[in-house]
């Protein structure tokens, strides 16, 4: 048999055995468990998109094809994600969950990381008719955690108590490309860590999320028509400029807020 369909068959052997054996995902956390607990203070004209939430076993590991190796297959930990709605307290605009740190079961599990996002509400007036992208915070609470992606930025190391409260600015991208118009909320360029929304935490319970949305500085972005050329930002002033990229000037837009 030829190394390419030795290959094959071992990726489509992979999902069946790991239905042998199925690890118990029932979470049943022990009484001595400690709990982080994330609240939100949600400004007007947005919301909180629902958690998700990470745990891993050690005990219960997965298998997962792997090029590298003779045998093409890896262990690594096992994962059990889940989707966490806020909960709001009462009448104010305070959403807030109690997240297990030890979330037990027969197989052990820790939890590894959080997500959730910010956005705006469908019936703002600046959402209509665009696609709603959400502004996202995460927080690892081991090495693995959420590894990339959301577009959260660079990972702070933080030992203590989080409270965070970003300036974010609505941002409108008119793409023509695409022929599609978005809108999220900016709060500056998550690769610099000063903005970064991405946090892996240690003796960490309590996580405080106040955003502080300028709604009346929007910033526009609109791709070339026709290209090829670069993007331009018009701030809540009236300036333009073109820009690298898709990020507007943050320091700028601060300067505005």
Same mark, same amino acid.
């Given at each position: 048999?030829? *190394?390419?369909?030795?290959?094959?068959?071992?990726?489509?052997?992979?999902?069946?055995?790991g239905?042998?054996?199925?690890?118990?995902y029932?979470?049943?956390?022990?009484?001595?468990?400690?709990?982080?607990?994330?609240?939100?203070?949600?400004?007007?004209?947005?919301?909180?998109?629902?958690? @998700?939430?990470?745990?891993?076993?050690?005990?219960?590991q997965?298998?997962?094809?792997?090029?590298?190796?003779?045998?093409?297959?890896?262990?690594?930990r096992?994962?059990?994600?889940?989707?966490?709605?806020?909960? !709001?307290?009462?009448?104010?605009?305070?959403?807030?969950?109690?997240?297990?740190?030890?979330?037990? $079961?027969?197989?052990?599990?820790?939890?590894?990381?959080?997500?959730?996002?910010? !956005?705006?509400?469908?019936? =703002?007036?600046?959402?209509?008719?665009?696609?709603?992208?959400?502004?996202?915070?995460?927080? @690892?609470? @081991?090495?693995? $955690?959420?590894? $990339?992606?959301?577009?959260?930025?660079?990972?702070?190391?933080? =030992?203590?108590?989080?409270?965070? !409260?970003?300036?974010?600015?609505?941002?409108?991208?008119?793409?023509?490309?695409? =022929?599609?118009?978005?809108?999220?909320?900016?709060?500056?360029?998550?690769?610099?860590?000063?903005? *970064?929304?991405?946090?892996?935490? =240690?003796?960490?319970?309590?996580?405080?999320?106040?955003?502080?949305?300028?709604?009346?500085?929007?910033?526009?972005?609109? *791709?070339?028509?026709?290209?090829?050329? *670069?993007?331009?930002?018009?701030?809540?002033d $009236?300036?333009?400029?073109?820009?690298?990229?898709?990020?507007?000037?943050?320091?700028?837009?601060?300067?505005?807020?």
């Amino acid at each position: 048999m030829k *190394s390419s369909n030795l290959i094959t068959l071992l990726a489509l052997l992979l999902p069946l055995s790991g239905c042998v054996g199925r690890p118990d995902y029932t979470l049943s956390p022990p009484a001595s468990t400690e709990w982080v607990t994330v609240t939100v203070r949600l400004p007007p004209q947005t919301e909180v998109t629902p958690m @998700d939430v990470l745990y891993r076993s050690e005990k219960c590991q997965r298998e997962d094809y792997d090029s590298t190796t003779e045998s093409h297959i890896r262990k690594e930990r096992g994962f059990n994600p889940r989707v966490v709605r806020m909960e !709001k307290q009462g009448g104010d605009d305070i959403w807030q969950s109690r997240i297990a740190l030890d979330g037990g $079961g027969k197989c052990e599990w820790q939890l590894s990381a959080l997500r959730f996002g910010i !956005k705006l509400v469908s019936n =703002n007036t600046l959402a209509a008719g665009k696609k709603i992208i959400e502004t996202n915070y995460v927080v @690892d609470f @081991d090495k693995e $955690g959420y590894s $990339g992606g959301f577009d959260a930025g660079k990972v702070r190391d933080v =030992n203590e108590n989080i409270y965070i !409260k970003t300036d974010l600015f609505p941002m409108v991208f008119i793409n023509h490309i695409l =022929n599609q118009t978005t809108v999220k909320l900016f709060g500056g360029n998550a690769d610099k860590k000063r903005w *970064s929304r991405h946090y892996r935490v =240690n003796n960490t319970k309590n996580i405080f999320i106040e955003p502080a949305v300028h709604m009346d500085k929007v910033v526009i972005m609109e *791709s070339p028509n026709p290209p090829p050329g *670069s993007i331009t930002a018009t701030y809540p002033d $009236g300036s333009k400029e073109e820009v690298s990229g898709i990020i507007p000037d943050y320091e700028k837009l601060l300067s505005m807020k």
